[in-house]
């Protein structure tokens, strides 16, 4: 595994690990905490050729099925996930170690991690897109995206296929630019615990991730009587999250607080200010001026990590404690696939 720090300016100076570590090791509060990037090095561990064989041979045998149901491969089912989870445990049950190694990681400051060296993209997309999945139902539970079987969510600018859909407004994956601070699912009842990304294309140009520890960010806040002000107004109210048009299962809005102690963090800004739009009993000058001071503080964090996911990485995170987000870029060609997964 490889440490990398990661300083925002010439100015930076480190003392120490944050104090939602210090809070679990009982180690000495420090005056800044040190922002580092875990990197996974996974080059040497490969699958072997029977697994690739054995998954290739369903896809083909399944294609149809697959075809059918719009889904990347015949192991996004259930039934699918059954069949994969059998193959590893045959031919490659390294793959679960190595899952419970992210998922240990994860558990850790500052709570992701960065896999190297996968080498899913030398395959074909059945293979390649089935070999996430079977790194990434170790790690977690993967959820379908909108009851439609999709565990295995392509984050890449398609505003061009969705463009006839009528009254249809895309998000952030299926856009180019910009995607500012947020957490996954903050719009559902129950956010997945983890959410992983593994890049199939890197843009040419911009398209970095941006990375936000929010326990970190919280300790920020508390430094400051308006920060504390803001903190128990996000945990004590309800908030309205309006949910995008690609994620509706039937229920167009939730409420629920920003900040709690069983998901530590849900936040989208754009899903919020259209839940207040629908929702105008909760539209009170204390909630607007709270979620404007803590996207404020979280845009500017010094905490903020910046990295630019490489072509056959992933990135897995704690998607109740972080918030992530993207720089702009224009290449159309983009491609990543996402998996959300609750804790098994």
Aim: charged content about 30%; proline content about 6%.
């Amino acid at each position: 595994m490889l440490l990398q720090t990661n300083y925002t300016g010439p100015e930076r100076r480190v003392a120490g690990i944050s104090t939602y570590m210090n809070r679990r090791t009982n180690l000495r509060k420090p005056i800044r905490p040190m922002n580092i990037l875990p990197l996974l090095d996974v080059s040497a561990f490969q699958p072997p050729q029977r697994f690739i064989l054995a998954i290739a041979a369903y896809c083909a045998a399944e294609k149809d099925r697959a075809d059918a149901l719009g889904v990347a491969t015949p192991f996004e089912t259930e039934e699918g996930q059954a069949a994969l989870a059998a193959m590893a445990d045959q031919f490659w049950p390294e793959i679960d170690e190595l899952a419970g190694l992210v998922r240990e990681m994860v558990a850790l400051e500052p709570a992701y991690v960065v896999l190297r060296g996968l080498g899913f993209n030398r395959y074909p997309q059945p293979v390649r897109d089935s070999l996430v999945l079977a790194l990434t139902r170790g790690v977690g539970k993967p959820t379908d995206h909108n009851k439609d079987k999709r565990v295995l969510w392509p984050v890449r600018p398609r505003v061009e296929e969705v463009r006839k859909t009528i009254d249809y407004k895309t998000t952030f994956s299926e856009e180019a630019g910009e995607a500012p601070l947020h957490s996954d699912s903050a719009f559902a009842p129950e956010p997945e615990r983890y959410n992983a990304l593994f890049v199939v294309k890197q843009a040419r140009e911009g398209g970095m991730s941006v990375l936000l520890n929010v326990p970190r960010l919280v300790d920020e806040l508390a430094r400051t009587v308006e920060g504390r002000e803001c903190i128990e107004i996000l945990r004590k109210n309800e908030f309205p999250f309006r949910v995008p048009d690609a994620f509706f299962k039937g229920e167009r809005i939730i409420t629920a607080p920003v900040l709690s102690d069983n998901v530590f963090v849900r936040f989208r800004y754009d899903c919020l200010m259209a839940g207040f739009a629908l929702r105008e009993d909760l539209r009170t000058n204390e909630r607007l001026w709270a979620i404007e001071h803590f996207r404020e503080k979280a845009e500017t964090s010094e905490g903020r990590i910046f990295y630019q996911l490489q072509d056959d990485e992933a990135i897995v995170m704690d998607n109740h404690l972080m918030l992530h987000a993207r720089t702009d870029f224009e290449d159309l060609d983009r491609h990543l696939i996402r998996v959300r997964m609750h804790a098994a």
